[in-house]
């Protein structure tokens, strides 16, 4: 078993910033790769950004490409998500999770993190 655990969230204003940090736990060697997903009130869960568990290769959706960055610290089990010029739209309960496989569903989930940018 995995154990995620997100941190960071928090209330920003537009043009700020936030860093968000995902602690894993447990077996993670078993791992393939990290990613981050996030869902607005009324809105189904979409994909943000992966990340190898070797970290090296990543993947940023296109509403984020350019502002948000997934990078990793393998030495603390730890997959962040910087995100600048963080836009209204942007707010969401921001979700980590884990897979063991690139052809495998994410098989792990943090608890989420909440993340409100103010107009």
């Known amino acids: 078993q995995v154990q995620l655990v997100e941190s960071g969230g928090g209330l920003v204003q537009a043009g700020g910033s936030l860093r968000l940090s995902c602690a894993a736990s447990?077996?993670?060697?078993?791992?393939?790769?990290m990613g981050w997903f996030r869902q607005a009130p009324g809105k189904e869960r979409e994909f943000v950004a992966r990340?190898?568990?070797?970290?090296?290769?990543?993947y940023h959706a296109d509403p984020v490409k350019g502002r948000f960055t997934i990078s990793r610290d393998n030495a603390k089990n730890t997959v962040y998500l910087q995100m600048n010029s963080l836009k209204p739209e942007d707010t969401a309960v921001y979700y980590c999770?884990?897979?063991?496989?690139?052809?495998?569903?994410?098989?792990?989930w943090g608890q989420g993190t909440q993340v409100t940018v103010s107009s």
């Open positions: 999770a884990a897979r063991t496989s690139r052809l495998s569903v994410y098989n792990y």
């Open positions: 447990g077996r993670t060697s078993s791992l393939y790769g």
């Open positions: 990340i190898t568990y070797s970290g090296s290769s990543t």
